[in-house]
T-cell receptor
Framework: GAVVSQHPSWVICKSGTSVKIECRSLDFQATTMFWYRQFPKQSLMLMAT?????????EQGVEKDKFLINHASLTLSTLTVTSAHPEDSSFYIC???????????FGSGTRLTVV | AQSVTQPDIHITVSEGASLELRCNYS??????LFWYVQSPGQGLQLLLK??????LVQGIKGFEAEFKRSQSSFNLRKPSVHWSDAAEYFC????????????FGKGTKLTVNP
């Protein structure tokens, strides 16, 4: 089945620095990928929809200048948390729509800790 | 707007007991329906999905779910729970209008007692 690879699985960064998270679709092309944020013991909150070759679509309340999304190829989307602050610490998960009938495939997530 | 309700925040069952996790949705038409499982610190794994056809859907790990249109429900079941089933379970829906956005329930945490 479809596989989505997400890296890194965890990262610790200093306040004010930027962090890039990669999401790759393996063995299939994903014109659309999704980025979610999950707070402890809560459900997933959709942050943005990443579209290959065009600008991402952000959900209401998500700062597009804070969370930069680039979907430069059919197999790679990146999320960059710019000027990270402790409140950005969270679990970030990407997903991609695979082959018809496969539903969504999720990456393994990235635990971001900003100190 | 689409919404998904998982009424049970936390369920505890004994190993070997049967399990049912509830999911109700609110949507104008029948959406696509999914159940995902998440282990701590991990991404989500698809257990099963309903697109059309037979309303009883078989998934991985011995799980099944039944779509009931009249009740707008898509409850997840397993006849005999294993300790490794302890995890967070999410029900999700997606509209058929091409939006391709998943809407998740808040999740049900499953604890399995030995």
């Amino acid at each position: 089945g479809a596989v989505v690879s997400q890296h890194p699985s965890w990262v610790i960064c200093k306040s004010g620095t930027s962090v890039k998270i990669e999401c790759r679709s393996l063995d299939f092309q994903a014109t659309t990928m999704f980025w979610y944020r999950q707070f402890p013991k809560q459900s997933l909150m959709l942050m943005a929809t990443s579209n290959e070759g065009s600008k991402a679509t952000y959900e209401q309340g998500v700062e597009k200048d804070k969370f930069l999304i680039n979907h430069a190829s059919l197999t790679l989307s990146t999320l960059t948390v710019t000027s990270a602050h402790p409140e950005d610490s969270s679990f970030y998960i990407c997903s991609a729509w695979g082959q018809p009938g496969d539903g969504y495939t999720f990456g393994s997530g990235t635990r971001l800790t900003v100190v | 707007a689409q919404s998904v309700t998982q009424p049970d925040i936390h369920i505890t069952v004994s190993e070997g007991a049967s399990l049912e996790l509830r999911c109700n949705y609110s949507y104008g038409a029948t959406p696509y329906l999914f159940w995902y499982v998440q282990s701590p610190g991990q991404g989500l794994q698809l257990l099963l999905k309903y697109f059309s056809g037979d309303t009883l859907v078989q998934g991985i790990k011995g799980f099944e779910a039944e779509f009931k249109r009249s009740q707008s429900s898509f409850n997840l079941r397993k006849p005999s729970v294993h300790w490794s089933d302890a995890a967070e379970y999410f029900c999700a829906v997606e509209g058929r209008g091409g939006s391709e956005k998943l809407v998740f329930g808040k999740g049900t945490k499953l604890t399995v007692n030995p």
